[in-house]
């Protein structure tokens, strides 16, 4: 008999041990208890105020890429120690390979969103959501929308069928944006949980308060928070149901998002029967999706969708491939596929299968007489691959909104796509579903019809076949959600993701008090005049607001027409007089809009070595005036935003206004820069 584990909370600073009323937890793979979790006596409303008033404050000291920097550092130390969590995670039922998409998924995650964190966010306290809006005539009033970290807790409720990406997915985007975090993992295998929570704390990189674990019940914590926090739910669609009707989160108006049950489907097109590439990359992905974690994933593949002249092939091969897949022991190099978490969930399974067959002939996957691999496998919580058929699929019930959260799938056929987007939108809500096609129309036409039901469509086909990541792989960048029965909730999004932990806020007035609390200049605040060459200093020495104006320059019809014959761009309002004043934009023949910014670039530029390494780009580049033979040109130059790179260098974010001799603006634009510090 092994030793019991006591599987531990980390609360208000400190480890507790579970109680004598803590769940006892087994084996996957033996069916043997190995550990024990739950604490029925946490002080819950510590554990709240020491994050609000000990993790929050510390974490919204830093800035956005402070926080960034701090995930990857997190990230890279979990990379280092993640055999303990790949030994740990095998009695959740787990391959080697279903290793790789937990843990190696999970830090994957968290890189992404450093990344991301330094690249499409500022080095400060306030998020820009999108530009200023001119409120004012004259624009001495305007607004801005901000985003700012909320000042609560973000409590978040997963899964056991990812202990560890499960966590760190809703992790990483919640210390990005500046909130501290609760982690509920479900008690199933909170071990893995529990032993990565281990080991971002022992990193010492976390500031107090900034990250708890609840190994067990959460006792009335819900009846505890307030609008300032957040809940993140994955699991069940009826604890989602009973967690969101909570009345204090009613009453406080608490953001509480899901990502729940989900009957996810995968269409074959009609273009990619029998002989194709696509129907051999469908049979592909549905095998894997059936097997991949024992079918234990909520992107799973639950409804498989073929036009009826290919019901046959698919079912004879996909029944093939399945039977001969090898379920047993995980520990053992030769297994594909390995447990269901838990003799309680292989029970369930077996009895949504159970009232599949009411509608749907199996296939392939009898358990009765099934003998796992391995020598210790008699009393763990094995299934086979199981597949049925449903013939009428349109009078079916269960199979379009019953799931077996295991190794069961359904194939159905359809008769054409509109029947088949029917079908897919049956399941009234889904986190996912694929289209193995090679025809854009097939694509437009199911995107178009099922696009409002789902959260995520993945099209493949022979072109993409070689980078795409499979249809039960949410990423970072893309949202992670889906509506009605799939939770209604997003997560993950890249920055979308960040932004559900912060408050979105309209501020409003003059151009300075948009500076002063952005951090970035805003056009028509007060600027500085530069004494010096700001392209002779470095990065950090440049200020929000500093301008240098340079000027005049007056454009001649020889500038015009040199540049025309110079590069090839002899565009008739350039060259042609009586044309161009036809043109109701321009009075006549006028300079090239290029020709502008080159002059622009030679009245500021300062031509000797120095800080500024490379030119990278322009943005919001608009033309306004035209400018005729004989119009003089000045510049102003305003360093608008500074974005950190790295050690070395980072992104000046210059605002440059042309005018001429009249004063009107010829041009605006953003001149980006790569300035060494």
């Known amino acids: 008999m092994p030793t019991l584990r006591d599987v531990e909370s980390f609360a208000a600073g400190q480890w507790i041990l579970p109680d004598s009323g803590a769940r006892l937890i087994a084996s996957a793979i033996t069916g043997q208890h190995i550990a024990r979790a739950g604490n029925d006596a946490l002080d819950v409303q510590s554990m709240l105020a020491y994050a609000r008033e000990r993790g929050g404050p510390a974490l919204r000291k830093l800035t956005f890429h402070d926080r960034a920097r701090l995930i990857k550092a997190l990230a890279l130390h979990l990379r280092q120690h993640r055999q303990t969590l790949y030994d740990l995670s095998y009695d959740t039922g787990a391959t080697a390979s279903d290793h790789l998409i937990d843990v190696d998924g999970g830090i994957g995650t968290m890189l992404v969103f450093a990344s991301k964190g ?3 966010m500022p080095d400060a306290h306030v998020y820009l959501d999108g530009p200023v809006e001119q409120l004012s005539r004259e624009g001495s009033f305007l607004g801005q929308h901000i985003a700012v970290p909320l000042q609560g807790v973000a409590l978040q409720i997963n899964a056991y069928n990812f202990p560890v990406w499960g966590m ?4 990483a985007p919640a210390l990005l944006a500046g909130m501290p975090v609760i982690v509920k993992p479900a008690t199933a295998t909170c071990y893995v949980t529990e032993a990565c929570v281990r080991l971002l704390l022992d990193s010492g990189l976390l500031p107090p308060g900034a990250l708890q674990l609840v190994s067990g019940g959460l006792g009335d914590m819900l009846d505890h928070l307030d609008c300032q926090d957040t809940v993140a739910f994955t699991g069940s669609a009826t604890t989602a149901r009973h967690l969101r009707q909570t009345p204090q989160l009613i009453a406080e108006s608490v953001r509480f998002t899901a990502e729940q049950d989900s009957l996810n489907a995968s269409l074959l097109g009609p273009d990619a029967g029998p002989g194709t590439l696509e129907f051999d990359l469908f049979l592909d992905e549905v095998q894997r999706e059936i097997t991949t974690k024992a079918g234990q994933k909520c992107t799973a593949i639950r409804r498989i969708m073929v036009p009826d002249g290919a019901v046959d092939a698919v079912l004879a091969t996909l029944s093939q491939r399945l039977s001969q897949v090898r379920v047993g022991d995980p520990r053992e190099k030769t297994t594909e596929m390995g447990a269901l978490v838990s ?8 009895e949504k299968a159970a009232q599949l067959s009411t509608e749907a ?3 392939c996957g009898d358990s009765n007489g099934f003998t796992p691999a391995g020598a210790e496998t008699a009393e763990g919580a094995f299934l086979p691959p199981m597949l049925f058929h449903c013939g009428n699929p349109d009078a079916a019930q269960h199979v379009h909104d019953t799931e077996a959260f295991g190794p069961v799938s359904t194939v159905m056929g359809y008769r054409d796509l509109d029947h088949a987007v029917r079908l897919l939108n049956r399941g009234k809500g889904s986190l996912v579903a694929s289209l193995i096609t090679h025809d854009p129309a097939v694509a437009r036409q199911v995107t178009l019809g099922t696009a409002a039901f789902h959260g995520r469509l993945y099209i493949n086909d022979r072109r993409s076949m070689g980078e795409a990541t499979g249809h039960g792989a949410p990423l970072p960048h893309m949202v992670h959600g889906g509506p009605g029965r799939a939770g209604g909730g997003e997560e993950l999004g890249g920055i979308r993701g960040v932004l559900h932990h912060m408050q979105r806020t309209a ?3 003059s151009p300075d008090m948009l500076s002063a609390i952005t951090g970035q200049w805003v056009p028509g605040a007060t600027t500085t005049e530069t004494s010096t060459h700001p392209f002779t200093r470095p990065f950090c020495s440049l200020h929000p607001g500093e301008t240098l104006a340079a000027g005049p320059r007056t454009v001649t019809l020889e500038d015009i027409e040199t540049f025309a014959h110079f590069t090839g761009d002899t565009f008739y309002a350039h060259m042609d007089d009586t044309a161009a004043a036809a043109n109701p934009f321009f009075p006549g023949r006028v300079a090239h809009g290029y020709l502008l910014l080159s002059f622009a670039a030679g009245l500021f530029v300062e031509p000797a070595p120095g800080p500024v390494l490379a ?5 919001n580049l608009r033309f306004l005036t035209p400018v005729s033979p004989g119009d003089s040109l000045s510049v102003q130059l305003t360093v608008k935003a500074k ?5 070395q260098y980072g992104e000046v974010r210059w605002h440059v206004r042309l005018s001429n001799q009249d004063g009107a603006a010829v041009a ?3 001149l980006l820069t790569m300035n060494a510090h």
Request: proline fraction near 3%; charged fraction near 40%; avoid cysteine.
């Open 668 to 670: 605006e634009y953003d």
């Open 615 to 619: 030119n990278t780009g322009l943005d």
């Open 168 to 171: 760190l997915e809703k992790l």
């Open 643 to 647: 974005t950190p790179r790295n050690a």
């Open 361 to 363: 002939e199996r296939v």
């Open 343 to 350: 003799a309680a969930q292989k029970a369930d399974v077996l």
């Open 507 to 509: 501020i409003q007035g």
């Open 118 to 120: 330094r690249r499409e």
